[in-house]
């Protein structure tokens, strides 16, 4: 089961007209254009579906609700709730990421035994669709469940830390931002022109800063960076 990192939402509004973003893969030193739903977007099955269809997406829906405001200019600067909103989702994102690459493995809890009888795949299937944690032939719980709860968790610790950070909304008027494959500063994608940034006020981005983060993006992403139109975008 592929689950998205950053989410599609967010993903489409970088697409062209053709449904395609552009993409460098820096581990193959290749540009190629990409769906949102390509392989390189997505993690294989880290975290449990209670999580995926619960608390993240809850966490999905504020944002893109928010982004769509922005977008529409709306909203011109972000309040408290915002703020909120958008620190969630930062994090969200960042945490998706990291176990997305260091994946948790499954775990043998103290005390518990094997349950009585082998399920099958499909029925721990539908355990898991409802929510609940099922325990493995050998006596162990699924590291995705493990990661759901510890994202869950670090979500609260983040947002709480982060409470006084202020978000700004950054529009381009000179080209297109790059997008990094896990946040490595305090931004968050919006649109090709729109970025928000932790901890600095709303206004236009000069095309000197444009070109500086969009150089910090590709130094520091790890596997890929990725745009709608790369060559749009000042370095």
């Known amino acids: 089961m592929r689950q998205h990192v950053l989410p599609r939402a967010s993903l489409n509004r970088f697409c062209g007209e053709h449904g395609q973003l552009e993409l460098v893969d820096k581990a193959l030193g290749k540009q190629r254009h990409a769906r949102s739903d390509d392989h390189l977007f997505c993690a294989m099955r880290r975290w449990d579906q209670r999580a995926e269809t619960g608390y993240m997406r809850g966490i999905e829906d504020d944002f893109q609700q928010l982004a769509e405001g922005i977008i529409r200019d709306d909203v011109k600067t972000l309040d408290e709730t915002g703020r909120d909103i958008v620190q969630r989702f930062f994090a969200l994102w960042g ?12 775990v043998r809890l103290n005390g518990t035994a094997a349950p009585g009888r ?14 609940a944690t099922a325990i493995q032939p050998d006596g ?11 994202i869950q968790m670090n979500i609260d610790r983040l947002a709480e830390e982060a409470r006084s950070i202020p978000w700004g909304i950054a529009k381009s008027e000179d080209g297109q931002f790059l997008v990094s494959d896990r946040p490595f500063e305090m931004v968050v994608p919006v649109t090709p022109t729109i970025m928000l ?3 600095n006020p709303s206004g236009i981005i000069e095309l000197e800063s444009l070109r500086d983060f969009n ?19 000042p370095v």
């Open 95 to 106: 945490l998706r990421g990291h176990f997305k690459d260091e994946p948790s493995g499954n």
């Open 197 to 199: 940034f932790g901890g």
């Open 140 to 150: 162990a719980v699924a590291g995705r469940h493990l990661t759901g709860l510890n």
């Open 215 to 233: 150089r910090r993006v590709m130094k520091n992403s790890q596997r890929f960076y990725f745009g709608q139109e790369i060559t749009a975008a």
């Open 118 to 131: 082998q399920f099958s795949v499909d029925e721990l299937e539908r355990v898991e669709k409802l929510g």
